[in-house]
């Protein structure tokens, strides 16, 4: 069954670039699954940052475009996810999850999540 | 993007049964047949219960439902217990490959 696992600092400095690797295990990063990042801050409802596909595709949310970056490593079977300019408003829990979406549409397993501080 | 609306509080006793509402436009949750519903628990990830509108995953007890209605979707939970007290999140798909979530629901056993 497939798990994943978010990994990456716990501590960004405001303008700073963000920086998360969700490693993919028991099952490949080449299916028909997309892969995604989500967030969610502190008492807050979860948003979605954006999916890639192992092709390298990525669809991204359009408040975040501007500083998003989404890739696929396939000989590692992880992704990762930039986040640049940094704010204490990206404080969050981030969560990567695989998401189901030939005819469907549902995020399922998701990532334990790991909390990023925007800080000084 | 908006996020979808969903009232910040539901309460039931133990037994009953209690709806969740999610309110969208018709460019997310009316537009699509792409709703889902997520449990978080403190602390931990979101769970998908419903997906689809209606659809459960294998594992998830029969005693939560979802329907939709134009741009409106609900969650229901019947026969109440001590542990569906979580907070629950609707999701809807909102075209070009783009998701958004709901504001999020905490459920409440009396």
């Known amino acids: 069954q497939v798990q994943l696992q978010e990994s990456g600092p716990g501590l960004v400095k405001p303008s700073g670039t963000l920086s998360l690797t969700c490693t993919i295990s028991?099952?490949?990063?080449?299916?028909?699954?997309?892969w995604t990042w989500v967030r969610q801050p502190p008492g807050k409802g979860p948003e979605w940052i954006g999916d890639?596909?192992?092709?390298?595709?990525?669809n991204y949310n359009p408040s975040l475009k501007s500083r998003v970056t989404i890739s696929v490593d396939k000989s590692k079977n992880q992704f990762s996810l930039k986040l640049s300019s940094v704010t204490a408003a990206d404080t969050a829990v981030y969560y990567c999850a695989s998401h189901a979406v030939t005819g469907t549409d549902w995020f399922d397993p998701w990532g334990q999540g790991t909390l990023v501080t925007v800080s000084s | 993007q908006s996020a979808l609306t969903q009232p910040a509080s539901v309460s039931g006793s133990p037994g009953q049964s209690i709806t969740i509402s999610c309110t969208g436009t018709?460019?997310?949750?009316?537009?699509?047949?792409?709703v889902s519903w997520y449990q978080q628990h403190p602390g931990k990830a979101p769970k998908v219960m419903i997906y689809?509108?209606?659809k459960r995953p294998s594992g998830v007890s029969s005693r939560f439902s979802g329907s939709k209605s134009g741009n409106a979707a609900s969650l229901t939970i019947s026969g109440l217990q001590a542990d569906d007290e979580a907070d629950y999140y609707c999701c809807s798909y909102a075209g070009s490959g783009t998701v958004v979530f709901g504001e999020g629901t905490k459920v409440t056993v009396l």
């Open positions: 018709s460019s997310d949750v009316g537009g699509y047949t792409y």
């Open positions: 890639t596909f192992h092709s390298g595709n990525t």
């Open positions: 028991g099952g490949s990063i080449i299916s028909s699954h997309w």
């Open positions: 689809d509108v209606s």
